[in-house]
């Protein structure tokens, strides 16, 4: 009983220090701090949890390839390939999340569902823009002192959750022009890889409506977003590169199925 009431006043201590923390700004000045520290310092313990929640893929026929597209994406673009690391996990959620830490995560569903690597390479520069255009950082920030106390009330043993709300305290934070922005950046990512831009718009026309997936629930009407992609202008023309070679496609598409 004893020991109960040492560990329930050790956690309420905790979510008022951390919670004190987060939101005393000027404090943190005289400890010659800034607030983004508190903030990183809980992401990685937010990543920490998310990470163990996840089934990843360590397939070299997913991840070799996936680090390809990444890393052509960079190159092309002059973005720091040490800023974002990539994990595959398992599962047939169609969906793909940049989250905190520069953490981009892409589901075996979405990647199974998109028909070449460029609609891939679409997906991935969307989340990759997010981190980049910092939309996860000022979104973290925002709502640092609320993953403060779910870190504390939800305990470690339901990473899930974990991950399922900090998705949702993120995309509260990324409002309907950020996702434009998103969608911009990344189509103009991959028409720097001398890819076919307008794959963007193909991949959304071709799941119309259908929110029922994780992917595109949040975001705006995929028509419109495909509309958007259409009206812009890219540099790129045929022929297009063809970045992966068919075999190592498809070998990467049986293991996701
Ligand atoms: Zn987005």
């Known amino acids: 009983m004893k020991k109960l009431f040492r560990e329930i006043a050790i956690s309420v201590f905790l979510f008022f220090g951390i919670l004190f923390a987060t939101l005393q700004v000027d404090w943190l000045k005289v400890l010659h701090l800034t607030p983004t520290i508190i903030g990183d310092k809980l992401s990685e313990l937010v990543w920490d949890f998310i990470s163990s929640g996840l089934y990843e893929v360590d397939s070299e026929k997913v991840c070799l390839p996936i680090d390809t597209l990444v890393h052509e994406?960079?190159?092309?673009?002059?973005?720091?390939?040490?800023?974002?690391?990539?994990?595959?996990?398992?599962?047939?959620?169609?969906?793909?999340?940049?989250?905190?830490?520069?953490?981009?995560?892409?589901?075996?569903?979405?990647?199974?569902?998109?028909?070449?690597?460029?609609?891939?390479?679409?997906?991935l520069g969307h989340e990759m823009a997010h981190i980049q255009l910092g939309h996860i950082q000022k979104s973290i920030r925002q709502n640092a002192?609320?993953?403060?106390?779910?870190?504390?009330?939800?305990?470690?043993s339901r990473s899930n959750n974990i991950r399922k709300i900090t998705e949702?305290?993120?995309?509260?934070?990324?409002?309907?022009?950020?996702e434009r922005?998103?969608?911009?950046?990344?189509?103009?990512?991959?028409?720097?890889?001398?890819?076919?831009?307008?794959e963007m718009a193909i991949m959304f026309e071709k799941f119309k409506d259908d929110n029922s997936l994780s992917y595109f629930k949040d975001h705006d009407n995929n028509q419109k977003r495909a509309a958007h992609i259409r009206e812009m202008h890219f540099t790129s023309k045929e022929p297009y590169r063809q970045i992966l070679s068919p075999e190592t496609w498809e070998a990467m598409q049986e293991v996701c199925r």
């Open 73 to 123: 994406m960079c190159i092309a673009n002059g973005i720091d390939t040490a800023s974002v690391s990539i994990v595959v996990a398992r599962t047939y959620e169609v969906n793909a999340f940049a989250t905190v830490g520069n953490h981009l995560v892409v589901n075996t569903g979405l990647i199974s569902e998109m028909d070449n690597e460029t609609q891939l390479s679409a997906a």
């Open 145 to 156: 002192a609320l993953q403060a106390i779910l870190i504390l009330v939800t305990g470690n």
């Open 168 to 178: 949702k305290l993120i995309s509260s934070g990324i409002t309907r022009a950020k």
């Open 181 to 198: 922005e998103a969608d911009e950046s990344g189509a103009r990512y991959i028409d720097a890889m001398h890819l076919d831009a307008k």
